[in-house]
């Protein structure tokens, strides 16, 4: 059914042992995506977006790793597949564009050879078959002369071409779920557009979901349809796009947003910062060691809670947010400044 969701993940936990004992990646992430649905995840790095797909895929291997909770896809939980029914449902079910394309071709095959590969494991296509899909895929991605550069080995593309191999290898089986992990890394804005234009016709022609991790605020406020904020392993904010961008209501989202720059609205003195490093605190909520707003409650951890779809994990008085933003945002206001040609030639 449309609209039941395609993936729902349930209070997702990455742990992995460590020789100061176990730090926990991911803490209880629970989401879903519907089909034709895009949902873009947003966070520092570090901030466990990778860590939390992966899970999903089942490819986090070392035996340190214990991963526990629900992860339901088309009514299968994955966690409770066998080995093989996994590796039937990764590349044509579920599809990953991986974030390191130096490392996810194999250095001694051709990328054409890659692609059928993928192509011939999930369906009874012939070579030649294969071999004439993966020459359209390149086309379609924006590889010059695609009939023979799908006979060169990975070292002969630059990076930015050597992602849009990756991205064709995902797309060649048209999959349900597709996980982008930032998908337009090192691509020019022209080929961003193409890509995104790639994904919208899976969406499109399909009826394909997309989870998109990316760092890019642009990117998310072009494609998405659902934002999801994480930070420190945790889901921090969840809602619709718009809702998000314009009436965003954690205070991890003001940061992360008012750190782009604007061409709109009033001149700042410089972009905003948030102070410290990435981390989940010891308790309570993640971002609390972070956070100007910080209050005696906050040693406590905020449920995700909300109305109307826009969730939040924050203990600030929802009345109050809108007042509060402003008031941060009204601090890197700059007013216009003349400056007296003695003051301009100090500067030069």
Wanted: glycine share 10%.
């Amino acid at each position: 059914m449309p609209d039941q969701p395609i993936l729902e993940v349930d209070d997702l936990r990455v742990r992995f042992r460590t020789g100061r004992g176990h730090f926990t990646a991911v803490d209880g992430l629970s989401f879903s995506v519907r089909p034709g649905e895009v949902l873009g995840v947003v966070g520092e790095s570090g901030s466990g977006k990778s860590v939390s797909m992966l899970g999903v895929l089942r490819l986090i291997r070392t035996p340190n790793a214990e991963i526990s909770g629900k992860i339901i896809f088309r009514g299968r939980d994955l966690l409770a597949l066998k080995d093989r029914e996994m590796r039937a449902i990764r590349g044509r079910e579920i599809a990953m564009i991986f974030q390191d394309p130096m490392t996810a071709l194999t250095p001694v095959y051709t990328v054409g050879w890659q692609i059928a590969e993928q192509i011939r494991a999930h369906e009874r296509i012939s070579k030649k078959e294969a071999r004439d899909r993966a020459v359209r895929l390149l086309d379609e991605v924006g590889i010059p002369a695609p009939g023979k550069r799908v006979d060169s080995y990975p070292h002969e593309f630059s990076g930015g071409m050597r992602q849009r191999v990756v991205i064709a290898m995902a797309l060649s089986c048209n999959p349900g779920l597709l996980i982008a992990d930032e998908p337009t890394t090192a691509l020019d804005v022209t080929t961003q557009a193409q890509i995104l234009d790639l994904m919208r016709g899976l969406r499109t022609d399909h009826g394909s979901a997309i989870i998109m991790i990316t760092h890019d605020m642009g990117v998310v406020s072009e494609i998405a349809d659902e934002v999801l904020v994480m930070y420190g392993g945790r889901a921090v904010e969840r809602g619709p796009r718009k809702n998000v961008f314009h009436t965003p209501r954690h205070p991890y989202t003001w940061g992360l947003l008012d750190s782009v720059p604007r061409v709109d609205g009033p001149r700042v003195r410089r972009l905003a910062t948030i102070p410290g490093t990435p981390g989940a605190s010891g308790g309570g909520c993640p971002f609390a060691d972070r956070c100007a707003h910080r209050h005696a409650v906050c040693d406590e951890v905020p449920s995700l809670v909300g109305g109307s779809g826009h969730l939040d994990a924050c203990w600030l008085p929802g009345e109050d947010r809108a007042e509060i933003r402003r008031g941060d945002r009204s601090g890197l206001e700059a007013t216009p400044v003349r400056h007296s040609a003695r003051t301009a030639d100090e500067e030069r």
